[in-house]
């Protein structure tokens, strides 16, 4: 008898439930596997918009603008087809948004009104209020729920992935998974499974922007099961967030946009409160070193201003890796009008008063523009991704599909703001299209797969738990967790250099080791926190090393990954034309010849092995380089 | 001298069928502590006061930004999100205890699953034809229109207020302020509204809205400042003229 067909989606973010959503709307039932209730993801986080071209702000907007302003934002290295169907694709995908009830903020007309975004020319950011994301993603949480109620969906909250089970030829079949009350260990068939596992800012410690499930680890175990990762050293910093102990907050690009002022004493020494450091005495090196620009600097060159100053100089505040970012010379109301968000968050969570006193701000991991390598079926006839593939959004394990934060399709070298909601709901939904054809395309049935490599791969499960609960080592998971995010951003962050980079792989490897030998100090069985931690640590730990290993095999600057020793910049006072910039053009294109390539990672027992693949440039040949003067 | 401490009383229970009981701890003070970083210090060093090395406290939390709802709790007698409540403005020593309105999993771990069903069960969506591009939006909405919309929207399903409303319980059929807050959200969009009847009818059942008291003990608590309490009004009123029109066989 045949059975009808079944899709695992891991992970209820953007990506997750647009994913669920077509698939349950394709007629195959889906079983959505999250670590808490899906409404509760980090999708909720974002707070500024959701990139499309509407072009109602008579600016002439175009989707050819947004497309080149995605490729060039990203130094070419994102595959252009489905960038290209992104943006197409991108409007549509709002309105249907809008049709799912999301409360996007409107224009005096009553249509969903546009703000300006970082790195472009054009208002071609749609919001909602300062909660875009918390909006986007109750809107497909609220459809899901319908699906739910008409029996498609099934979901599996407090669950938490663990590894996948695959047939006699390697192709997906089913997943191990844990559940986090009773920490019962099961396996659930299925015809295809889909990865939605948001981000990695984690690795990075409490150095991050991300929230406590963006730890990338469901990535990290199917990779260890075979699976690619690609351009893993591509992460994204950024330069004003909010320091803490349990993670830091983004201080919108705008503080600085209104006219804020980032500063550290001349002496690094000074004790005493900032308001108190007379004028000469203050180092404005933002404006001192860029005087154009002055504070109003790329995020990427403000994350490496930010870096000299604190490593290279020893100018941190207090010794500390932090700076100011000040508004107090700004008009108090003004900036009540303008900056009413950051201001609150400041307030809320620091308990100080930017507008007396200034913020103190360092770079922090924010978004990981590499992730799970995923296939995409180029459309001759528009050169766009082509629809409903199969191939769209697969990993290199048949029956694998990932989407969301967790693929690394749409950003190339640097993702631009706002675009990243739209690749988790734009990615999502091509997965759940390319699934449903998959399944439409398969010939066997589940039950070849014989039970035994389903108990199998259980057992080898609870092992693991049995060995880390007995473990009678000597290491706390918690300190080793901010060793780890200490770790990662001073050596594999915003600045990078490959003896450096040598090391940090060494001391990986050690902190892998001493993740071994830990003891969780748990005796409890019900709802064991500090197994389920190390578990997500030990393989933090290895994707630092994925991450770690990619960035010292790009000798390169490219998008966010910076060395300083393979730079190339323009040359002064020169222009295009002129032979000083016409070399210069050149050597840029002799860099693309050699580094304009994707990096695959792939699990080996000697640690990651890195290769190369080229990138479709079929839409935007790169011709020019970036030029911010 | 002693170095300054921040002092915490936390209810704690090892599974969902075994009794409740009291420890305290002490962690060294810093500044800008919230409950959140203060209970990830006591779960690297899960130490009591006393000495004792005892198994660290499970808690909820995702988002340390107060947006995803995870983290409430009972903070020195009132439901609020912990990773919102900075220790400095909280007197000592500070007693954390769960929710009380929904099964405990472990110390202050909740099952809040039953929000979830009862959004189920007034129907808190909008029906689409289906998640693709029709090449048109849903129609124009005013900017007054969003404006309270939006308020509502904000809901993080944390749970306060049903903690606070003295007519939810885990023995009492009530769906909560919530649900009825959703159901005002969807009844205003307007293609939304065009299930409007079904909504109504969701919340005159039993369970509904004519189990609230009107104690307004919910719009004080809501993190989210949700007027939850506007929300009621408007549906009390609306549910009075449904029953009117389902007594006389009108539709809408
Ligand atoms: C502070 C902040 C602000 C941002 N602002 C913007 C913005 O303004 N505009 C923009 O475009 N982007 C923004 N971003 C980026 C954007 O929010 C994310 O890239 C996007 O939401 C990721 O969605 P996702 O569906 O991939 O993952 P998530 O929303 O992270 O969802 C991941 C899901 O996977 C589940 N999961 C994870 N591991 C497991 C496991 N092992 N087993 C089971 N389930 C698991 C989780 O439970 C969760 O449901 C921001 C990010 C941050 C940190
Ligand atoms: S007003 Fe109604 S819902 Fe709110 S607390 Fe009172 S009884 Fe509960
Ligand atoms: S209405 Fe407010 S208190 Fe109640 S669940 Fe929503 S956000 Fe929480
Ligand atoms: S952790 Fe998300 S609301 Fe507190």
């Known amino acids: 008898m045949k059975r009808p067909r079944k899709v695992i989606v891991i992970g209820g973010g953007l990506g997750g439930l647009w994913a669920a959503l077509r698939v349950a709307e394709a007629g195959f039932q889906v079983d959505i596997f999250s670590l808490f209730e899906v409404k509760r993801s980090h999708s909720v986080c974002a707070q500024g918009g959701i990139n499309a071209c509407f072009d109602t702000k008579g600016e002439r907007d175009s989707v050819w603008q947004h497309i080149v302003d995605t490729l060039k934002g990203g130094a070419y290295l994102a595959n252009q087809p489905p960038v290209k169907s992104m943006c197409e694709e991108a409007p549509g995908l709002i309105r249907t948004f809008e049709r799912m009830g999301v409360t996007f903020s409107r224009t005096a007309e009553g249509l969903m009104d546009l703000r300006l975004f970082g790195g472009v020319k054009n208002r071609r950011t749609v919001f909602a209020g300062a909660s875009t994301g918390q909006q986007l993603l109750y809107g497909v949480d609220q459809e899901v729920r319908r699906q739910e109620a008409l029996g498609r969906v099934q979901k599996y909250e407090w669950w938490e992935f663990l590894s996948l089970v695959k047939d006699g030829q390697g192709v997906c079949k089913g997943i191990v998974v844990m559940n986090l009350r009773t920490m019962d260990i099961k396996s659930f068939p299925a015809d295809a499974v889909i990865l939605a596992s948001g981000g990695m800012g984690q690795v990075f410690g409490h150095r991050s922007t991300n929230s406590t499930n963006s730890t990338g680890t469901a990535a990290c175990r199917v990779y260890q099961q075979g699976a690619w990762f690609a351009n893993s050293e591509f992460f994204q910093f950024h330069p004003t967030a909010m320091l803490g102990d349990d993670k830091t907050r983004l201080m919108s690009e705008a503080a600085r946009g209104e006219g804020g002022r980032i500063w550290v004493p001349k002496d690094p020494g000074d004790r005493r409160k900032a308001n108190q450091i007379p004028e000469h005495e203050r180092l404005y090196f933002l404006e001192e070193w860029y005087p154009s620009y002055g504070n109003t600097v790329p995020r990427d060159v403000a994350s490496r201003a930010i870096w000299k100053i604190v490593h290279e100089m020893g100018l941190g505040v207090g010794g500390e890796d932090k700076v100011y970012l000040d508004l107090t010379h700004l008009n108090p109301g003004f900036i009540e009008q303008r900056l009413h968000a950051i201001l609150d968050i400041y307030r809320k969570f620091h308990g100080a008063d930017p507008v007396h006193e200034p913020m103190e701000i360092y770079p922090s991991a924010h978004y990981a523009m590499g992730g799970l390598w995923v296939d995409f079926e180029n459309d001759e006839t528009d050169s766009g991704m082509k629809p409903g593939s199969p191939r769209n959004h697969a990993t290199n394990i048949p029956g694998l599909y990932a989407c969301g934060e967790c693929d690394y399709g749409y950003h190339g070298a640097n993702r631009l703001g706002a675009n990243s909601l739209l690749s988790a709901s734009f990615s999502g939904r091509v997965a759940g299209e390319a699934v449903s054809n998959y399944l439409k395309g398969l010939q066997d049935d589940l039950q070849a797969v014989p039970e035994q490599r389903f108990n199998d791969e259980i057992s080898r499960q609870k092992t693991i738990n049995k060995q880390l609960t007995e473990s009678q080592g000597m290491e706390n998971p918690y300190t080793l967790h901010h060793e780890l995010g200490e770790l990662m951003s001073s050596q594999v962050g915003v600045v990078r250099n490959n003896t450096t980079l040598q090391e940090a792989l060494s001391s990986l490897q050690d902190l892998g080791q001493r993740s071994q030998a830990v003891n969780l100090r748990e005796t409890n069985t019900w709802s064991n926190q500090a197994l389920v931690f190390t578990r997500q640590l030990q393989d933090m730990i290895r994707l630092g090393q994925v991450i770690t290993a990619s960035a010292l095999a790009r000798d390169e600057c490219r998008g966010a990954h910076y060395k300083p020793a393979f730079d190339l910049t323009a040359p002064k006072d020169a222009y295009p034309g002129d032979p000083a910039y016409e070399a210069y053009r050149d050597a840029w294109k002799q860099q693309n010849k050699k580094w304009l390539k994707t990096t695959i990672t792939e699990q080996s027992d000697s640690g990651p092995l890195i290769s190369f693949q080229p990138v479709d440039l079929s839409v935007l040949p790169p011709e020019e380089p970036r030029d911010y003067r | ?252």
């Open chain 2, 1 to 252: 001298m002693m170095d300054k401490t921040i002092d915490l009383d936390i209810r704690r229970q090892d599974t969902p069928y075994s009794p409740p009981y009291w420890q305290a701890f002490s962690i060294p003070y810093r500044e800008g502590h919230n409950i959140v970083s203060a209970l990830m210090a006591i779960r690297e060093q899960p130490i009591t006061r006393d000495g004792h090395r005892v198994d660290p406290v499970a808690w909820e939390f995702n988002c340390m930004e107060e947006v995803c709802g995870a983290c409430s709790m009972i903070i020195n007698g009132h439901p609020r999100q912990a990773c919102s409540t900075l220790i400095d403005t909280l007197e000592q020593p500070i007693r954390l205890e769960p929710l009380s309105k929904f099964p405990i999993v472990r110390d202050l771990m909740v099952d809040r699953s039953r929000i979830f069903s009862d959004l189920k069960k007034v129907r808190a969506w909008i029906e689409i034809d289906g998640a693709w591009d029709i090449h048109e939006g849903a129609p124009r909405i005013s900017p007054e229109a969003w404006k309270e919309n939006y308020l509502y929207s904000r809901c993080m399903s944390c749970g306060c207020c049903m903690e606070a409303c003295p007519q939810y319980g885990p023995e009492k059929a009530f769906i909560g302020p919530d649900s009825l807050a959703a159901v005002r959200l969807m009844n205003n969009h307007p293609t939304g509204s065009y299930h409007k009847q079904q909504r109504l009818h969701a919340i005159m059942a039993d369970g509904g809205i004519s189990d609230c008291g009107n104690a307004q003990n919910c719009v004080r608590v809501c993190p989210k400042e949700i007027p939850l309490t506007t929300a009621i009004g408007e549906l009390g009123r609306q549910s009075t003229l449904q029953l009117l029109r389902d007594l006389f066989g009108k539709t809408q």
